[in-house]
């Protein structure tokens, strides 16, 4: 049986219903216990206001981990992870229990009616590329976050 290689992965999460936080640290754990999958690293966690959205601030964190599962086993893993966190889609942008989000998948270029990487909006986002410059500083212009100054972001301790 042919090994597949490790794949570097960062991933983008966040909630704004009920325990925010909580949902987001048990995201994370749930992601580090997939098969397949290594854990790296996980951002600082940043509160933010909804984009193109309503409802509370957000809660958001990027995390890095190495999987050797394709693309859209992962993808299936992320919705399960969010289903058991109750997430429910009722209309776009509706406020979350739970949101995964598929970043980058190495250097795979995806665009298909499931899944589109890199993530299509993922520079539009103060709540993805703040974190993720916590990780990975290579993927993030400075012009990017400048780009981003009037979206309101805070750093949790």
Same mark, same amino acid.
């Given at each position: 049986m042919l090994?597949? #290689?490790? =794949?570097?992965?960062?991933?983008?999460?966040?909630?704004?219903?009920?325990?925010?936080?909580q949902a987001v640290e048990a995201a994370v754990e749930a992601i580090g216990k997939l098969p397949n999958t290594q854990l790296l690293g996980c951002s600082s966690f940043?509160?933010?206001?909804?984009?193109?959205?309503?409802?509370?601030?957000?809660? #958001?964190? =990027?995390?890095?981990?190495e999987s050797r599962s394709n693309a859209y086993d992962l993808l299936r893993a992320f919705q399960a992870?969010?289903?058991?966190?109750?997430?429910?889609?009722?209309?776009?942008h509706a406020p979350r229990t739970l949101d995964i989000d598929m970043l980058l998948y190495g250097s795979a270029r995806i665009d298909s009616t499931e899944l589109t990487v890199p993530h299509p909006r993922m520079r539009e986002r103060a709540f993805v590329m703040r974190p993720l410059a916590d990780l990975a500083p290579k993927w993030v212009a400075l012009e990017d976050l400048q780009k981003l100054g009037d979206q309101v972001i805070q750093k949790l301790d």
């Open positions: 090994q597949r #290689n490790w =794949v570097s992965v960062y991933v983008g999460l966040g909630a704004n219903l009920g325990d925010a936080q940043y509160r933010s206001a909804p984009v193109d959205a309503s409802g509370p601030d957000y809660i #958001n964190a =990027v995390i890095h981990i992870i969010e289903n058991s966190a109750g997430r429910e889609r009722p209309y776009r």
